[in-house]
T-cell receptor
């Protein structure tokens, strides 16, 4: 079983809609989670980090963490064509491997006008 | 500098040659990480350095891969006897510290092995 999984296939939403991206993880000891956005041909850039159960909002982005269900999600409200990118979920390793980020495979989001 | 820098941005080499990739972290960041991203794939952890501690090399795929870091500055990733499956984008990231520090990525080096 992969440590971090993003099962959603390519996601296409109309401009202005809410895009919902999902991620599950296997290590119950994971304490922090990160969402990165990666435009085609570019390096990942951090969008959100979340450490506590519940919601964390930043502008049009909301990260949600449910440690009991080992589930973390990213909601993008009022989606814009410029949000079209691959979104990567990541969690650090445990113990002495804390610095190692394990990434999901990514979800490709397309926002069409 | 303002961000993580990497050089070269692109490298084309022949199978069997050695290559060196360089990373300059953000000033003041004590932790430095190397990842590999094959075309259409997620990021694969290779190695990280934290200050003067022994590096975590658990992600290096074979003994052809090695990395060094001088103090808390520049790091080089060396791939010996390159193979075609080494073709990928090699990404470097740095953070203020390993324990929960946000990782900021450089632009990457695209390596193509012919």
């Amino acid at each position: 079983q992969k440590e971090v999984e993003q099962n959603s296939g390519p996601l296409s939403v109309p401009e202005g809609a809410i895009a919902s991206l999902n991620c599950t993880y296997s290590d119950r000891g994971s304490q922090s989670f990160f969402w990165y956005r990666q435009y085609s041909g570019k390096s990942p850039e951090l969008i959100m980090s979340i450490y506590s159960n519940g919601d964390k909002e930043d502008g049009r982005f909301t990260a949600q963490l449910n440690k009991a269900s080992q589930y973390v999600s990213l909601l993008i409200r009022d989606s814009q064509p410029s949000d079209s990118a691959t979104y990567l979920c990541a969690a650090p390793g445990g113990g002495t491997s804390y610095g190692k980020l394990t990434f999901g495979q990514g979800t490709i989001l397309t926002v069409h006008p | 500098g303002a961000g993580v820098s990497q050089s070269p941005s692109n490298k084309v080499t022949e199978k069997g040659k050695d290559v060196e990739l360089r990373c300059d972290p953000i000033s003041g960041h004590t932790a430095l990480y190397w990842y590999r991203q094959r075309l259409g794939q997620g990021l694969e952890f290779l190695i990280y350095f934290q200050g003067n501690s022994a590096p975590d090399k658990s992600g290096l795929p074979s003994d052809r891969f090695s990395a060094e870091r001088t103090g808390e500055s520049v790091s080089t990733l060396t791939i010996q006897r390159t193979q075609q499956e080494d073709s990928a984008v090699y990404l470097c990231a740095s953070s203020f510290s390993v324990s929960g520090g946000t990782q900021y990525f450089g632009p990457g080096t695209r390596l193509t092995v012919l």
